[in-house]
């Protein structure tokens, strides 16, 4: 009997879902939007109930051609939000407003910028494990800020707090266990080779979420299980009714969605030796989307000062994984275009020729490249330079204070210097990533390819300029949806087909092409990249001076 197997993925404004053969091969997806809440600016909500209505419509969409009882195991991935539910399990609110329906903290949520700022300060030994100071996004300042905050509205009356993913899991088949890489990777769950598991009481003691302790920490989780691990008995009576599977339909262990996006992506082939017998610690997964993360794998625990891990299993089973990231990406570049003057102008042209506006100002770059006669569309940001930091450094600054930054600006205001901007801003996304690829490998890693998934792994120019930056190979998946892939990989471990991830990965990933770095721009990238490292030193003198007292200047 052929055998399905369905992935879903929460990402940060819509919920998609994709049914998958044993082969890795996509038969059909769906997608649905959720809705985001902006109460306060750096604060965003979500509805957990939102969420789970929209994973019930895209699973019942993508099976309404197939015979359900094939259908042999569903996997989730989802964001690091943040779930808040009371003693009865029903939403309670995270947010000012006092609605209950709001009951998500989202991922790129900064409100708890002072509280993350304290348990920095405090330099807990357990922050060595990401990269040496907890990002506000992480979920423990989070909880901080609620109990600060909200105390009688949320604190008191909430019973669990969940990551997204295991939010997911719970509501599929009522088991109250959480993913090993959810709590290692955002809240601080310590797990390593030689099988020791748990929670730091003096961590939580110390930042005053000591009362967490009770019940051996039975609101954030204490049964933790391993990605694609089978979750329960498989899906409970209610939410088999509501997603239109048959009940005790096997679902793993979940995972984050930039995970699920290296699961699906860095098992795929390219058939060339020089690439596909390179093991897994040698490549780095770019997860490209609203923000993007950067993520590689070791045999040993390898510490980057200002890059989150190493997490032991996090994604793939028995190897430590190190997690860079940027924070605002997919979300910087559209704030460029959007925002630019000439965007109105631009995207009625595009709209004219048919084109996403990405492609439409990729053939601008050419077409002004040509006419200046420059070997190279990179030759055209000489003298505009970007630096990315619009939504603070995840890594490898850990500084979520940094801005970000412009230098070059003319009076010109046409579609061309909308062009050279928008190229100057994946520029710097990609100089980051070389930032980010250097501080790995000066600490023990070792990088020799990139693998690419994501919305912005689709614009060519976004890829080929990482790839001559970094000076790696980057390898493009063939399969169109590896997000979901990883997500369906979850499934079908825990169907018990595969005995590991590895084996999933290895028949379920597919194939990929490699795209080369172009050597002749090699020279310029290098200036350019000095350009992008004196940006932000230039950045921290500013603070200084502003900093400082009047007398002392």
């Not at 471990?493 to 590895?502: H, L, Y």
């Amino acid at each position: 009997m052929e055998a399905y197997y369905i992935g879903v993925d929460v990402g940060t404004s819509s919920v998609r879902a994709g049914l998958f053969t044993s082969l890795g091969r996509i038969v059909t997806t769906a997608v649905k939007g959720i809705k985001i809440w902006e109460p306060e600016p750096e604060y965003y909500e979500q509805s957990s109930e939102d969420i789970w209505n929209a994973c019930c419509r895209t699973v019942q969409e993508i099976i309404k051609n197939v015979d359900v009882n094939k259908v042999q195991g569903l996997g989730f991935d989802a964001t690091c939000s943040l779930v808040a539910l009371d003693v009865q399990c029903q939403p309670i609110t995270v947010s000012p407003s006092g609605d209950n329906c709001r009951n998500v903290i989202m991922w790129m949520d900064h409100r708890a910028k002072d509280q993350a700022a304290r348990i920095n300060t405090a330099g807990h030994p357990v922050l060595k494990y990401v990269g040496g100071n907890i990002s506000l996004e992480m979920e423990t300042p989070k909880l901080l800020w609620l109990k600060e905050n909200m105390k009688m509205q949320c604190w008191d009356k909430a019973e669990h707090f969940f990551d997204l993913p295991d939010f997911l899991t719970w509501r599929s088949t009522a088991s109250l266990s959480r993913s090993l890489c959810s709590l290692v990777c955002k809240w601080t769950y310590q797990a390593d080779a030689e099988g020791q598991n748990g929670w730091s009481d003096s961590y939580f003691t110390q930042t005053g979420l000591d009362d967490l302790l009770k019940d051996n920490y039975a609101k954030i989780g204490n049964d933790v299980k391993s990605p694609g691990q089978a979750c329960g008995v498989g899906l409970s009576a209610a939410a088999a009714a509501e997603l239109g599977l048959p009940p005790a339909t096997p679902v793993g262990t979940a995972i984050l969605d930039a995970h699920a996006g290296g699961l699906g992506t860095i098992g795929c082939t390219v058939g060339e030796p020089s690439v596909d017998n390179l093991p897994l610690e040698c490549r780095l997964a770019l997860i490209c989307g609203t923000s993007t993360c950067h993520m590689g794998v070791s045999r040993e625990a390898i510490f980057v000062p200002g890059v989150w891990g190493p997490y032991y299993s996090a994604m793939v089973p028995g190897l430590w994984l190190t997690e860079g990231g940027q924070s605002a990406t997919g979300k910087l570049v559209d704030h460029i275009v959007e925002t630019h003057v000439s965007f109105p102008v631009a995207k009625a042209k595009a709209k004219e020729r048919g084109q996403h506006i990405f492609s439409f100002l990729n053939d601008v770059l050419q077409e002004l490249a040509r006419d200046e006669g420059l070997p190279s569309i990179a030759e055209l940001t000489r003298d505009l330079h970007v630096w990315p930091d619009f939504h603070g450094n995840r890594s490898p600054l850990a500084d979520p204070t940094l801005k970000g930054m412009i230098s070059g600006l003319t009076l010109s205001a046409g579609v061309d210097s909308l062009a050279c901007l928008y190229l100057a801003t994946v520029q710097a996304l990609a100089y980051g990533t070389r930032h980010i690829i250097e501080s790995m490998c000066k600490a023990g890693h070792t990088t020799k390819v990139l693998y690419a998934c994501g919305g912005l792994s689709k614009n060519e120019v976004f890829v080929q300029t990482h790839a001559d930056i970094t000076g790696l190979p980057v390898v493009l998946p063939e399969q169109s949806e590896p997000v979901l892939l990883g997500a369906a990989i979850l499934g079908a471990c825990a169907s018990g087909v595969f005995k590991t991830i590895q084996d999933a990965m290895t028949q379920m990933c597919g194939k990929g092409t490699a795209l080369r770095p172009n050597k002749d721009t090699e020279s310029y990238h290098s200036k350019k990249y000095r350009v992008f490292l004196s940006m932000v030193e230039h950045q921290k003198e500013y603070k200084k001076i502003m900093n400082a007292r009047v007398d002392s200047i």
